[in-house]
């Protein structure tokens, strides 16, 4: 474990810390949120050199699923609270029993960690899934699919942008797939593909007193199960479909007893909106909030798990548009970063601090406006030539 | 001098370090801008409980006049800029000669160091100022006076917020100030007080290479020698008086060569635009600009010395309005600061981790909008709120 001094002061006496489980670029963005709140800020990372750690005062460097870590994390901290779903039920019921204030609560977050049990709770409350199964064989995914293929294949638990998806066109396949190992608890889950017109996100805050508030419903645009491109507000949907989205996430927040930052991600059928995802946490589909909304999702996020009042979720502009920058063959980003800011005054660039590596998030763009064609064009174009995809 | 390990990554490999002398409030929001750019920030503290200290992963501690603390500060770092006016030239010249890049340069900084070499300088070129005069005695600024009183009288050196300037109604007053001790190479000088329609500031960013934006011209309001209230933009500024204090601006950054933020306050005396002092750095006049502008003056601060290319300054909505949160008799800011997030999901609270001492700037607030007459209104009541002026 990290030495961590005692005189290291994070906030005036009478403000709160919050110590948050994870250092990704989640939980970089929430600290800097805390700057402008006031509020402390401890990290738990796994290294020094990662995203959060950076730029945290307070960094205590161990792993998410060591309780001794955990207890040690939430040490003078008035909230623990999470950059991501990997730390293990057993590990959390040992923080929360050494009297650690852990929001959202486990028993919230445990849907966010296990699909299964998330799709039988939705389902059971009337709220609309795609058509789903828990199987147990191959032969199992082929009843499901009863002809009808592909399907897709899930693990109920240890997925993570994309991993631990598969779309499935045959009974062989699904064998091939269902031959790998899962991780400990986990089950499959075989669900029908949803033909969806768009993939929408439906993002609220909770607090522990039951107020939430509501961020405009944006379109996301998945590349490779990874989100690619944001647009807040969802460009086409209707107040009706926009409001029945909301009230989705509304409700599945005060069902599951969220505190927090909720993401519900939906399929949009054109005549249904079905619930794909929840993750209890920032979320990649609320990252146009900083530039674009009065208040950012992880201002808000630390205003929920503290039980502050939560700020407006209101658009700033009549569009956000944030498109994600996916690490290229390029392994330094500065000499693009500067061309790009001279190209584009407006642009908002964010950057994690971490290494490149095909594939990875790097960072984020967003522009604000009113021209949502022009939005696009100049977010893509930004994130494409930061990444080396194009050279002008 | 603190320990710093050299485990301590603040950014990629590939981004740039800026190092920041001085903790203060300043450098917490330059910090919490970094964040986004992605450069690392290293910040040169006198105490591990400074503002900027409590969130900031690289400190160093140590005085802002100690050429050994800031040779430290200055190693691996790409450049070194400043969060006050306080670092004697001496020790500027030291740390230049041992190959730092200090940015605004040595030679800018010493206008914004020294009023009366500043009022030469732009005398000279023509800039207009408030009728001026060095005084060695107090029959100097009798007959400066000739007369009419009150004058003003500055030290040139040492003072801040306020400190070093007082209204002068009578000879006797002059002896009784002048009987103080002026700070090492300080001289007096007397000025005429300026009968003002209002105050202005006005910001530009430059860069090393020369490229420059201007902020829109403020209004603002100083209480006791301290700002308490900016509006942006200045209302009731006609195009061509806001288009004359911008370009003073430009015409100082590119005059003295600055870079990095400049702000100039001016006296607007409904027919001339008078400068009233200057500051080389971000500014309490630039506060509004997080949530008011598409870039805040504390990024474009760290743009310009970094010489990346600007960001956009302008307006993101008709009016922003920041008030400074000025410490008052209520020690814990926390309760009040609950019922304010209740009362206005809209306000952007901004707290600075000081101690609260009566007089001390300890926060500001933002709103934005269109009716600033209803901006002005939540503001005050906000600021005063938070302070225990009122109650509710």
Redesign the interface.
Known sequence: MDHH?S??????????IVAMIGGGQLS??T??A?????V??RVLAAT??ESA?????D?RLGSHDDPVALADLAVGAHVVTFDHEHVPQSVLAELVAGGAVVRPDPSALIYAQDKALMRARLSEAGIACPRWAIAATPDDVDSFAGGQWPVILKTSKGGYDGRGVWVIDSCDQATEVMSGQLSDGAVWLVEEKVAFVQELAAQVARSPSGQA?AYPVVRTVQTDGICTEVVAPAPGLSDEQATAAQEIALRIAGLLGVTGMLAVELFDTGDQILVNELAMRPHNSGHWS?DGA??SQFENHL?AVLD?????PRL??RYAVMVNVIGGDV????PA??HL??RD????????????RPGRKV?HVTV?GDDLADLLARAHHAADYLTGVIDE
Chains 1, 2 share one sequence.
């Open positions: 001094p005189d290291v002061i994070v906030a005036a006496s009478d403000f709160p970089r963005m600290a800097q805390a700057i402008g709140l006031g402390g800020f020094a050199s750690a950076q730029v945290s005062r960094v508030v900083i009065v208040t205003r502050l009042p939560l700020g407006s700033r502009s392994p330094d980003l500065y970063y500067k800011m001279a005054p407006q642009l908002r660039v964010h950057v994690y601090g971490k290494a490149v960072g604000t």
